[in-house]
């Protein structure tokens, strides 16, 4: 089977052509093809976990290979792949797309154009429909909320919206100027990861943007344009700093300060590195706050300011708390992402190297090895684990 059998299709393919990948991939399952079945692993609900609807349960290929399965589950997967909610889902996006003049197929058009760049065509279509930027999409997901209603501005954010519409072209200030001069809403909101986002938090924590070197400009662009800096909407996601922040996007979030995001409290500054700032605010700080710093400094790599809270007794074996990537604990951040000097720093200071994670149940080991972070894997392979344990 061709990789390419799974490449996304263009925004206006017919629905024969997602039924052609549906027969494809249903055919590469009965051969046992391994890509095929990571697909249907982490796309068909029968495959994910019950609680968090993502996940993928920890089952085998050959488990998988084993499970009968049928041109509706293949329709299905299909349509996961494309974000949709289900196969009838596509199939009713798909009428409209295909349907001259049509709203939607206008839209889906535009946003096409935003995603790869085509900004001569996104200039003609703002021409001739003046109503694209206040358009919203009407997909309906697999996602919370279902129908996310993202508008054309959203998308320059490549977060929050459908996986493979995630994308960041080189132009992308040059797209988002358009949009904004056109009169977009740099602060419309959108339902994204259970809540109603802006493009600005979405666009401070998504790595596309990071990767096209487009994320600093665009952060800028926006909030030239009316976007507030210190944030809007609903949810954990709220705040363009403290999300840049958890996600690790340390230059936006410089960029969020220098265009006036405060920085006005322990967790803030913990993020930013600012030591001196952190050791004032500590004396008044409470557990709570010390917690979410901790877990902030160690996400950011941040080694002096980890000092600092572990000289002042926090606990480097604590799972971090809510909204700061909770399934882990500090040693297991650091560790996946192969930051040696703060491995070897929190297990100096007790962490437990024998904890395992609340989604995947591996230890701060596994997380290393799954990100291929060799030394930290060996470093940790040395550590006598009855002593990182306190035993």
């Not at 604590?318 to 070897?344: C, D, F, I, M």
């Not at 090895?369 to 006598?384: F, P, S, T, W």
Request: aromatic share 6%; glycine share 8%; net charge negative.
């Amino acid at each position: 089977m061709s990789p390419r059998a799974y490449s996304p299709l263009p925004w206006d393919a017919s629905l024969d052509r997602y039924e052609q990948q549906a027969e494809m991939l249903l055919a590469a399952h009965a051969a046992g093809n391994a890509e095929a079945l990571r697909l249907r692993h982490q796309s068909l609900p029968r495959f994910l976990d019950d609680t968090v609807k993502w996940l993928p349960r920890p089952i085998t290929q050959d488990e998988i290979r084993d499970t009968a399965l049928d041109m509706d589950d293949a329709r299905l997967a299909v349509a996961r792949l494309y974000s949709f909610l289900d196969w009838d889902s596509l199939a009713a996006l798909v009428k409209e797309v295909r349907t001259a003049r049509s709203p939607t197929r206008t839209f889906e058009r535009a946003a096409d154009a935003v995603i790869t760049g085509k900004a001569i065509e996104l200039l003609e279509m703002l021409r001739e429909f003046p109503e694209l930027v206040r358009q919203r999409s009407t997909r309906i997901t697999c996602h919370d909320p279902p129908v996310h209603e993202a508008t054309l501005v959203h998308y320059l954010g490549a977060n929050g919206v459908e996986g493979y519409r995630q994308q960041s072209p080189a132009n992308a200030v040059e797209i988002g100027r358009m949009l904004l001069t056109a009169g977009a809403e740099a602060d419309a909101l959108a339902g994204m990861y259970g809540s109603r986002c802006t493009t600005l938090s979405m666009l401070v924590s998504s790595t596309p943007p990071d990767n096209a070197g487009v994320q600093v400009p665009l952060t800028h662009l926006l909030i030239d344009f009316g976007a507030n800096v210190e944030g809007a909407g609903t949810g954990d996601w709220r705040s363009p700093l403290m999300t840049a922040l958890v996600f690790g996007f340390r230059a936006a979030a410089e960029a969020l300060v220098a265009r006036g995001a405060r920085v006005d409290d322990i967790v803030k500054a913990a993020g930013l590195a600012r030591v001196a700032e952190v050791a004032e605010y500590l004396p008044t700080a409470s557990g709570e706050a010390r917690h979410r710093a901790l877990a902030m400094a160690t996400l950011g790599g941040n080694i002096d300011v980890t000092k600092l809270l572990l000289a002042a007794g926090e606990d480097p074996s604590r799972q971090n708390p809510a909204g700061y990537h909770a399934h882990g604990t500090p040693l297991h951040h650091a560790a996946s992402k192969g930051n040696l000097a703060l491995v070897e720093l929190l297990i100096a200071h007790g962490a437990r190297t024998d904890i395992e994670d609340s989604l995947w149940h591996a230890t701060p080991l596994g997380w290393a090895q799954h990100e291929g972070k060799q030394e930290v894997v060996a470093y940790l392979e040395r550590c006598d684990p009855p002593a990182a344990a306190g035993a």
